[in-house]
């Protein structure tokens, strides 16, 4: 009998139509992706998501969702109505982050252990291209326009500019220790890269390929070396920057025209990747160490929210419904 | 359609022609020593060079981007080739070099040295060569007595275990640990309630069936002794504690060179991007890290920071470079390590282990420190006796 209704609730499931945005969200620990809906933030559902989740991202039109399964070696692609497992896509050892191109294809995925980003089409599955870069890539931005992918690798310290035509890297910047994360504003007009140990996130003009600014943080009675800048968002218009700080349990409110950093937003424990809703009304951040996602209200910029999820949350990505 | 990409953003990454060259050495000497009580811990041939190896590596990894190449040479010798073998590092232009020598052979090498070379010793824990001992030609990754045992320390008062049954043994550099564990009791306020000497009469290894023998004088050993919290080993030496744990009179957690063990590293150490400093190392060397392979490494990574940030060839600046505010190493302990200006000695994250796991890193969260949390342990600028310190 439980049975039977379980089979029917996951076919009545499949059925619907999602009608509200939802939030996938990589579980590093337990091995699976958590989905929440995007207006009552209920956990909808669950399900496995190879070993070791972390880089989530979706397809432009919203169908199918790629997972960096960093221990299986393998992008695992997923129907995002469904939740059905596709055929994976190669993606060379230990992938932990990726941005896929602006049209949808292909996909740029930094390999932690092999110094490597790997270049692979999400249509044909091919390997399109190997490129060596600094020692630990972590971090990957693109250009709105696609042209230029960035990597940052974290012991090198490095911000290498990618030529997405010929694969040649055409710039090095050296940012502050530990780089992970690299966002392009909407325009393309400036980079962020956030360093971890260095505690800073290096402003880049991507036209001169120089730093022209280094945002820091202050946060009284918390340690300096607790603000650790990891996941980077910033709004549509350029006017704001969230940072998250990690183990600070803090998300930072940065204003996208002074730099200054205008409020701390308290969240879960070990903070670490950020996205926003379809309409930005809303900021989802995965936190770590408490195995919960926070949702700030970005009007207001109050945590109105958090919604307990798998095992060590890692990345995060919203679905828009259709 | 893979390999020429490759073989073309290779090209386009360096300038070859340019190219700046940093040379480093790794000085090992080795003493022909008695065996490990457990075979788990005998040294493998390329103890310390495995470290300097990665390090150089993900060096040159860099220096593609930046024209500099990284050079490394290794020594192992034994101790009375070491000052001859020194000279023959310094003259071959040389003037960084890794040590992996007890004390008085990293003091002998430093002097011979002298402003030739800046040493950096990996081994040697010593507290003497960060006070009184101290050279300014020297600095150390290896990290001192006293912030194993603060590291330790801090964990246990922060557990409210401060009733403490100290153990030492019976050589110089038991000695010189117990006495560590001494000051981290009076620095943190732990009580040694009982301390008792385990001398080494010879024998009793594993050769000698060290589990019949030292293990079977354990339980008589520990008898009576006053009510403690917890056993602190001092045994540099390797005779007797690892012997402690489940023989101990009263059934008490052991600490320190046993048990709950202070450690720069572990194979198991997972957090703060470790995973991958693990897998490049055991994919280079085909064994587990140890904590000199890391000591190494932050040495020379250490070296190829000062190259990437001054972009100098000019081995004062970069000596200025790596003693100076600026250094802000990242070695997988979530926080910038640097060196200190009082006694060279890098302030750096202590790990406390239990054999499969990493249990907790010191510093704790409860111990606060006006300048760096990291101060908290080890010898601080107040307390140093080197000179270094002293003229500041």
């Known amino acids: 009998m439980t049975r039977v209704f379980a089979l029917f609730a996951t076919t009545a499931l499949c059925a619907t139509p999602a009608l509200a945005d939802r939030i996938f969200v990589s579980n590093e620990r337990s091995n699976d992706i958590t989905v929440v809906d995007g207006t009552t933030w209920e956990v909808i559902h669950s399900f496995p998501g190879g070993q070791r989740p972390r880089g989530i991202t979706a397809s432009p039109d919203g169908r199918f969702l790629y997972v960096c399964a960093s221990d299986d070696d393998l992008v695992r692609v997923f129907d995002t109505q469904t939740y059905e497992e596709l055929p994976s896509l190669p993606s060379g050892p230990d992938p932990e982050l990726f941005v896929l191109h602006p049209s949808g294809n292909p996909l740029y995925i930094a390999n932690e252990d092999d110094n490597l980003v790997t270049v692979v089409d999400v249509e044909t599955r091919q390997v399109l291209a190997e490129i060596p870069v600094g020692v630990e890539p972590e971090g990957m931005g693109i250009t709105p326009d696609g042209s230029i992918v960035i990597n940052t690798s974290e012991t090198t310290n490095m911000a290498h500019f990618i030529d997405t035509e010929t694969y040649e890297i055409l710039a090095n910047v050296l940012v502050d220790q530990r780089p992970r994360y690299a966002q392009f504003t909407s325009d393309g007009s400036v980079l962020f890269v956030t360093s971890e140990i260095g505690g800073t996130v290096s402003v880049i003009d991507p036209e001169a390929r120089e730093i022209v600014h280094k945002i820091t943080f202050e946060v009284p009675g918390v340690l300096p070396e607790a603000l650790q800048p990891v996941g980077l968002k910033v709004t549509e218009d350029g006017s704001t920057v969230y940072v998250a700080l990690g183990p600070a349990n803090r998300v930072a409110v940065v204003n996208g025209e002074t730099y200054e950093v205008e409020d701390y937003l308290l969240v879960g424990q070990r903070v670490w990747q950020l996205a926003f809703t379809p309409d930005e009304s809303h900021l989802i951040t995965t936190n770590g160490n408490s195995n919960d996602i926070s949702i700030i209200d970005v009007a207001s910029n109050r945590v109105i929210k958090s919604v307990q999820v798998g095992e060590q949350p890692w990345g995060v990505v919203v679905v828009p419904s259709e | 359609m893979l390999r020429p990409v490759i073989a073309c953003a ?383």
Not at chain 2, 276 to 286: D, G, K, Y
């Open chain 2, 10 to 392: 290779l090209l386009a990454l360096g300038q070859p022609a340019l190219a700046a060259e940093y040379r480093a050495a790794v000085l090992r000497i080795d003493k022909p020593g008695r065996a490990p009580s457990s075979r788990l811990d005998l040294p493998p041939d390329d103890l310390g060079f495995a470290g300097a190896q990665l390090a150089v590596s993900d060096n040159n990894t860099t220096g593609q981007f930046t024209g500099q190449t990284f050079v490394v040479e290794e020594y192992a010798v034994a101790p009375d080739a070491a000052l001859e073998t020194l000279e023959e590092i310094i003259a071959g232009g040389t003037r960084y070099v890794v040590t992996l020598g007890d004390a008085d052979m990293t003091v002998s090498l430093a002097d011979a040295a002298g402003d030739r070379a800046l040493l950096v010793n990996a081994r040697a824990k010593d507290d003497a060569l960060r006070n009184q001992d101290c050279r300014a030609n020297l600095l150390h990754t290896a990290p001192s007595h006293a912030m194993l045992a603060d590291g330790l320390a801090q964990f246990l008062i922060a557990k409210r275990w401060s009733d403490w049954f100290l153990i030492a043994g019976s050589h110089p550099e038991d000695q010189a640990m117990a006495e560590a564990y001494r000051n981290a009791a009076r620095k943190f306020g732990a009580l040694i309630v009982e301390e008792r000497t385990y001398e080494d009469t010879g024998g009793a290894r594993r050769t000698d069936s060290g589990h019949v023998q030292v293990q079977a004088q354990m339980p008589v050993f520990t008898q009576r002794a006053a009510n403690h919290h917890v056993v602190v080993a001092a045994d540099e030496a390797d005779i007797f504690a690892v012997w402690l744990p489940y023989h101990t009179w009263d059934p008490r957690p052991v600490a320190g060179a046993a048990g709950l063990r202070p450690a720069t590293w572990h194979p198991a150490h997972e957090a703060w991007g470790a995973t991958q400093f693990q897998t490049r190392f055991e994919r280079l060397a085909n064994r587990p890290a140890r904590d000199m392979d890391y000591q190494v490494w932050l040495a020379l990574r250490a070296l190829g920071e000062a190259a990437t940030r001054t972009n100098s060839e000019d081995f004062a600046e970069l000596e200025d470079f790596i003693r100076g505010d600026g250094l802000e190493l990242a070695g997988f302990k979530g926080q910038a390590l640097s060196f200190r200006d009082w006694d060279g000695q890098l302030r750096q994250p202590v790990l406390l282990t239990t054999g499969p796991v990493v249990t907790s890193v010191s510093p704790q969260g409860e111990f606060l420190h006006q300048v760096s949390q990291l101060d908290t342990l080890g010898t601080d600028r107040p307390e140093s006796q080197c000179m270094k310190g002293a003229q500041q």
